[in-house]
């Protein structure tokens, strides 16, 4: 065997392998995704239940504990979608909370933001040292 045909099997074999390891790490990174794309869905899901047991009177706000836990997750919820899943006597209430906030109505907040401004208080108990209640007056 020629050193040019020794040559061509190394490279062939070089290529083999890159592609391999190419492959690898498409499918690593499409299950992270995949993953991650699962939490959200299963993060928004978990916020619309919430939302609609919470009652806009009582708020709370847990600020450093939200921001360590869930800061990367986004939901695509807007003030507009939020009120519509409050009866109508607690709308005015909510949009003046909002409007004290300077939140706008279509506005998209990540999760760790609707936290913090007090909208899925009901994960937030008084007892612990960080959170504070929240009245929306």
Known sequence: MSDYTQSLID??????R???ELNERLRHAAAKDHAERAERYQARGLCLQVLRQASPKDLYVSVNY????LATFYIALSIQELLSMY????????EKFFKEKDVFRDQKLSLSEWFII???GT?????????????AE
């Open 87 to 94: 009866p109508a006597e607690h709308k005015e209430e909510l």
């Open 123 to 135: 994960w937030c108990k008084p007892e612990k040292p960080w959170c504070k209640q929240v009245k």
């Open 11 to 16: 490279q062939r074999e070089t290529l083999s």
């Open 118 to 120: 007090g909208v899925l």
């Open 18 to 20: 890159q592609i391999f």
């Open 66 to 69: 939200i921001k360590g836990m």
